[in-house]
């Protein structure tokens, strides 16, 4: 048995008890609530972090993404660059020129020092004491051994591609240091090809040195160079401006360019298309103004609005217009211009179709009209 504690005394020290438990307590309870507020806190910061994590990875991949197409457009120019290299210094082309009839294309200066110094062929005969030696002796192409029979000539595509290349590459690049671009202006084959691109035979010799030695791929060359030699002035000549008499409907006449089919074997012309280029129009402007050539209205070009512009037999395009352009916009202005020449006739629905006429005299009557010579049948109709 113990004795029992009680009294006043006690009872006050039980109440001081509760009391400090109370204050326990409550502090138990504000702990708690921090805590509380804590983890909420590093909740936050995780999610924070997960988020912050997700966007790092999302870059990440961005990043890959975009060093693989960086890898992707360094192989092009890689690709490029290998196939812009020139065969004799195998640094980038520098001042391309092209060889024909091979097609290969070197730098100016390789080339000029090839065609000085390459060893003689084995039928060679000339005697290098001679001042035109260098003019008269035979030249091949360094990369395949063909005779080259014109003077080179440069290929300024290749030119702005290679400076692309160099530039992205950085002007550390050595290709075009180093060299001379003062003699942009002269001649770069002077004493090593004739003046004008005469025609250098197998021997070397040109076509002045022996006019005797004729054959048909002479004539047929010098047919081919008047034609693209001749800039074609779309009647801007003194003629037709003073010309004031009447005009006429022009009518057939034999096509004006010879075409070999075989050039476009791949191209997959039809009739119409070759008749086209038969009469002067070129496939780049065949397609741009969906030309088309019908044995009795002769070629005709659409425009924008695909209205038809009737444009005679035979068309000249001037040396520089691939597509035409400048051709069509000529025939846009001139219906303006010289109205008079122009028989236009509208339709109902907005648009019109446009005949080139020709002065009245100059309007020949051919006997024989079948001479497309390559016409199909349902083309006479
Ligand atoms: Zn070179
Ligand atoms: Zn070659």
Redesign the pocket.
Known sequence: MHAEYSGPLAAAELAKIKRELDAWKKLAYEHKKTIKKQNKVIEELKQQDNTSRQKLKESESQLSKLQSKTKKSDEAITTIESNS???????L??RPYALSPCGHI??V???QEWFRKAPAVDDEMYDDSDPDYLLRRRKTCPCCRTNVRHRPIPVFMIKAIVAGIAKVKGSQNGALLGRDPASNDSDPWEGLFPDDDEEIDDFGATDEEDEDDEDDIDEEDEEDSSWYDEVFSYGTGSEDETYRGAYAYPQWEPPGVVIDEDDYLFDQLDESDLNCLRRGATLAMIHEYDVEYKHNEGLIARDEAYNRIYLGWNIRLSADDENGELYMQYIADDMIARAERWSIIEDDDGGFEAHLLVPEDGVLEYQDTDSDNYMEVDDLD
């Open positions: 290299q020139c065969q004799i210094c195998m640094e082309l520098y070197l730098c200066t390789c080339l």
